[in-house]
Protein backbone atom coordinates (compact mmCIF):
# COMPACT_ATOMS: atom_id res chain seq x y z
CA UNK A 1 0.00 0.00 0.00
CA UNK A 2 1.08 3.41 -1.20
CA UNK A 3 0.92 6.16 1.15
CA UNK A 4 2.25 9.74 1.01
CA UNK A 5 2.44 12.38 3.56
CA UNK A 6 2.57 15.73 2.78
CA UNK A 7 3.77 18.81 5.08
CA UNK A 8 4.97 22.30 5.25
CA UNK A 9 2.02 24.36 4.63
CA UNK A 10 1.22 27.08 6.70
CA UNK A 11 0.34 30.61 6.56
CA UNK A 12 2.79 33.71 5.14
CA UNK A 13 2.70 37.11 3.37
CA UNK A 14 2.92 37.82 -0.36
CA UNK A 15 6.96 37.32 -1.34
CA UNK A 16 7.94 35.04 1.49
CA UNK A 17 8.82 31.08 0.56
CA UNK A 18 7.72 27.79 1.73
CA UNK A 19 9.41 24.33 0.97
CA UNK A 20 6.50 21.47 1.20
CA UNK A 21 7.60 17.83 1.53
CA UNK A 22 5.68 14.25 0.97
CA UNK A 23 7.29 11.86 1.74
CA UNK A 24 6.16 8.13 0.86
CA UNK A 25 6.02 5.00 2.16
CA UNK A 26 4.95 1.16 0.93
CA UNK A 27 6.84 1.38 -1.81
CA UNK A 28 10.32 1.52 -4.02
CA UNK A 29 10.27 5.55 -4.64
CA UNK A 30 12.61 5.58 -7.31
CA UNK A 31 10.36 3.40 -9.69
CA UNK A 32 7.44 5.89 -9.29
CA UNK A 33 6.62 9.75 -10.77
CA UNK A 34 5.66 12.07 -8.09
CA UNK A 35 3.99 15.36 -8.35
CA UNK A 36 2.54 18.57 -7.21
CA UNK A 37 -1.30 19.33 -7.73
CA UNK A 38 -3.82 22.17 -5.71
CA UNK A 39 -7.23 22.66 -5.42
CA UNK A 40 -9.08 25.69 -3.89
CA UNK A 41 -12.85 25.40 -2.87
CA UNK A 42 -15.23 25.04 -5.79
CA UNK A 43 -12.58 24.64 -8.06
CA UNK A 44 -11.13 21.72 -10.12
CA UNK A 45 -7.28 20.38 -8.39
CA UNK A 46 -4.27 22.11 -10.72
CA UNK A 47 -1.78 21.13 -12.10
CA UNK A 48 1.49 22.59 -10.60
CA UNK A 49 4.71 20.24 -11.07
CA UNK A 50 6.14 17.13 -11.90
CA UNK A 51 9.22 14.93 -12.32
CA UNK A 52 9.90 11.91 -13.77
CA UNK A 53 11.90 8.59 -12.36
CA UNK A 54 14.58 10.32 -14.52
CA UNK A 55 14.36 13.63 -13.26
CA UNK A 56 12.80 15.61 -16.37
CA UNK A 57 10.65 18.06 -14.69
CA UNK A 58 7.43 20.01 -15.83
CA UNK A 59 6.15 23.14 -14.56
CA UNK A 60 2.75 25.18 -14.64
CA UNK A 61 3.14 28.46 -16.35
CA UNK A 62 2.05 30.13 -13.49
CA UNK A 63 4.54 28.88 -11.22
CA UNK A 64 7.49 28.46 -13.39
CA UNK A 65 10.29 31.04 -12.61
CA UNK A 66 9.04 30.68 -8.56
CA UNK A 67 8.77 26.89 -7.68
CA UNK A 68 11.33 24.43 -8.07
CA UNK A 69 10.45 20.67 -7.53
CA UNK A 70 12.87 17.80 -6.57
CA UNK A 71 13.15 14.48 -5.08
CA UNK A 72 15.58 12.80 -2.75
CA UNK A 73 15.45 8.94 -3.56
CA UNK A 74 17.39 8.24 -0.20
CA UNK A 75 15.12 9.67 1.56
CA UNK A 76 11.83 8.55 -0.36
CA UNK A 77 10.92 12.43 -0.40
CA UNK A 78 9.80 14.87 -3.58
CA UNK A 79 9.99 18.71 -2.53
CA UNK A 80 8.19 22.03 -3.80
CA UNK A 81 10.08 25.10 -2.74
CA UNK A 82 7.54 28.03 -3.31
CA UNK A 83 9.53 31.10 -3.63
CA UNK A 84 8.17 34.56 -4.15
CA UNK A 85 4.28 33.25 -3.07
CA UNK A 86 1.66 35.53 -4.25
CA UNK A 87 -2.19 35.50 -2.87
CA UNK A 88 -3.26 33.44 -5.89
CA UNK A 89 -0.92 30.20 -4.93
CA UNK A 90 -3.13 30.02 -1.73
CA UNK A 91 -4.78 26.24 -1.66
CA UNK A 92 -4.17 22.93 -0.54
CA UNK A 93 -1.39 21.16 -1.96
CA UNK A 94 -1.52 17.33 -2.92
CA UNK A 95 1.61 15.25 -3.36
CA UNK A 96 0.83 12.55 -6.35
CA UNK A 97 2.61 9.64 -7.39
CA UNK A 98 2.04 7.10 -10.26
CA UNK A 99 4.27 3.82 -11.29
CA UNK A 100 5.34 4.20 -14.55
CA UNK A 101 8.61 3.03 -16.52
CA UNK A 102 11.76 5.13 -16.26
CA UNK A 103 11.43 6.78 -20.31
CA UNK A 104 8.28 8.04 -19.16
CA UNK A 105 8.52 12.10 -19.10
CA UNK A 106 5.95 14.08 -16.67
CA UNK A 107 2.74 14.36 -17.07
CA UNK A 108 0.17 17.35 -15.42
CA UNK A 109 -2.90 15.37 -16.16
CA UNK A 110 -4.50 14.41 -12.49
CA UNK A 111 -6.15 11.44 -13.64
CA UNK A 112 -2.51 9.85 -14.57
CA UNK A 113 -1.58 9.32 -10.68
CA UNK A 114 -2.56 6.28 -8.47
CA UNK A 115 -1.87 7.98 -4.97
CA UNK A 116 -2.49 10.96 -3.22
CA UNK A 117 -1.76 12.59 0.10
CA UNK A 118 -3.71 13.59 2.61
CA UNK A 119 -3.19 17.55 1.47
CA UNK A 120 -1.33 20.31 3.18
CA UNK A 121 -2.89 24.00 3.79
CA UNK A 122 -0.91 27.36 1.76
CA UNK A 123 -2.43 30.26 2.88
CA UNK A 124 -1.04 33.54 1.45
CA UNK A 125 -1.83 37.19 2.39
CA UNK A 126 -1.54 40.03 0.64
Known amino acids: QVQLVESGGGAVQAGDSLRLSCVAS????????QAWFRQTPGKEREFVSA???????LYADSVKGRFTISRDNAKKTVYLQMNRLKPEDTAVYYC????????????????????WGQGTQVTVSS
Open 96 to 115: AARNTIVTVGPTSDASDYNY
Open 26 to 33: GHSFNRYA
Open 51 to 57: ISRSGSI
